[in-house]
């Protein structure tokens, strides 16, 4: 038996392979700061060819492509959905060079053929589907599900042995320090803007104020790195490393200016350590301890430095810029997002809250939950659970702090935005996924 996969990757290696599966987003990004019509299709060919060779190195593209969604329109999609359909393009031709039939995870085949026969039919009978928004989704959901049912600790332990917790956080963090860099170069070139004379929140375009695209994704960089200091075995250049790329993205977050995402990474950390106490209790090791205070105080220490010195802490931002949006308490009165809800759910018929409205049939719900119930109805909604349900017991088994927290920190930050068609949610359970699968072969490996 060949036991080469025990043998711990030499520390100079294993940061060597982290840049080159981070070598990918990276040039995509730095194109697309350029030049983004350039960046979207070098990006699509990079995805094709990376989720070609096994679409678990592709998932740092698909985070750069959801982060950066909205940066340009090109051919009439969004920048994102262009990498997006690479991954999927690339994952396809995976399974096709690797001759194995074309495998998807089941929980997942399940949202694609309800989503696909609910659309399909409302379309029919009410003439009013929108099929090119349904053909988006699925390529997302193809994506995932290869990426699932691929085996995905196979690829990683080519290149990282039995280092795969390890070297997932450190890609999740290279994401974040990238997006970071992208942020500050085009606020330096005003591609990036200011969405409120006086307060720091930036403006995306003519479609995205306070952008949650980039700040979701800045998000679950934050609570992955965290997470991973709190509970993932490491080396204290490990631990320090994952902290800095964490405080790095949540600077990120400040200057977005998009408050629930910030709301649920500070919910995540905090899980965070629940999570831990819950499944080891006394058994805590010291040094865990000892992280796991030293990053929730790390963290505190950067929000009371950000909320008593302004905005001026931060670079390219001018003097006239005094408030965080970050800080500025929502207004639950005003909130038209209740109103829009109520008046779509009050005009339904008993059918339509069955079986739903359709995608798109309440414009911008700004919520996960409600635009599922909207577009496929109570039936949507229980394949939605399902597939959330099982994502959370496989989190559960493999005891894995990250996955755990993860989903949760997604599940709250769309709460109060996204849809059911959007590409944040499924993007973002890659990582929940890829936590639990390389968790569960770490353990069988050690």
Request: proline share 3%; with cysteine.
């Amino acid at each position: 038996m060949d036991n080469t996969i025990n043998m711990p990757v030499s520390h100079r290696y294993f940061f060597f392979r982290i840049i080159i599966l981070s070598f990918p987003p990276a040039i995509i990004a730095m194109v697309a700061v350029a030049d983004a019509r350039v960046g979207a299709i070098a990006g699509f060919l990079l995805a094709v060819f990376v989720a070609a060779i096994s679409p678990v190195y592709a998932f740092p593209v698909l985070l750069i492509g959801a982060a950066l969604n909205n940066i340009e329109f090109i051919f009439g999609l969004q920048f994102g959905w262009i990498l997006i359909a690479g991954c999927a393009l690339g994952a396809v031709i995976y399974t096709l060079l690797d001759r194995n039939n074309l495998r998807i995870d089941a929980s997942v085949m399940l949202l694609i053929l309800t989503f696909t026969i609910l659309e399909v039919s409302i379309g029919i009978i009410g003439g009013d589907g929108r099929l090119d928004r349904l053909a988006a989704l699925l390529a997302v959901l193809v994506f995932i599900g290869i990426l699932a049912s691929s085996n995905p600790h196979v690829a990683m332990e080519r290149y990282f042995n039995n280092d795969l917790m390890r070297a997932l956080i450190y890609l999740v963090g290279c994401v974040g320090i990238i997006l970071v860099f992208v942020t500050l170069s085009m606020l330096s070139s005003q591609e990036f803007r200011l969405s409120r004379a006086g307060e720091l929140g930036l403006s995306i375009g003519d479609t995205e104020s306070s952008p949650r695209s980039l700040s979701n994704i800045l998000g679950i960089v934050v609570v992955t790195c965290m997470s991973g200091v709190i509970s993932v075995p490491g080396k204290a250049l490990d631990k320090l490393a994952w902290g800095a790329m964490g405080i790095a993205a949540l600077v990120g977050m400040f200057y977005t200016g998009s408050r629930m995402p910030a709301i649920a990474a500070s919910f995540g950390i905090a899980l965070a350590v629940v999570v831990q106490l819950f499944f080891f209790g006394r058994k805590l090791r010291a040094s865990t301890i000892i992280w796991t205070v030293t990053g929730i105080t790390v963290v505190v220490l950067l929000a009371m430095l950000m909320a008593a010195h302004g905005p001026g802490l931060l670079p390219f931002i001018d003097s006239g810029v005094s408030n965080f949006r970050l800080f500025r308490i929502p207004s639950i009165e005003s909130n038209t997002r209740l109103d829009m809800w109520g008046n779509h759910f009050n005009n339904v018929s008993v059918a339509q809250l069955l079986m739903g409205s359709g995608i798109g049939s309440m414009g911008n719900p700004h919520s996960l939950i409600v635009g599922a119930l909207g577009a496929f109805g109570i039936v949507g909604i229980g394949v939605l659970g399902y597939f959330i349900f099982t994502l959370a017991l496989q989190s559960m088994k493999v005891r894995s702090t990250v996955a755990i927290t993860t989903l949760a920190y997604t599940l709250l930050a769309l709460s109060s935005s996204s849809d059911i068609d959007k590409s944040y949610f499924w993007v973002m359970s890659t990582v929940v996924i890829l936590s639990i699968r390389l968790s569960r072969a770490q353990d069988v490996i050690s």
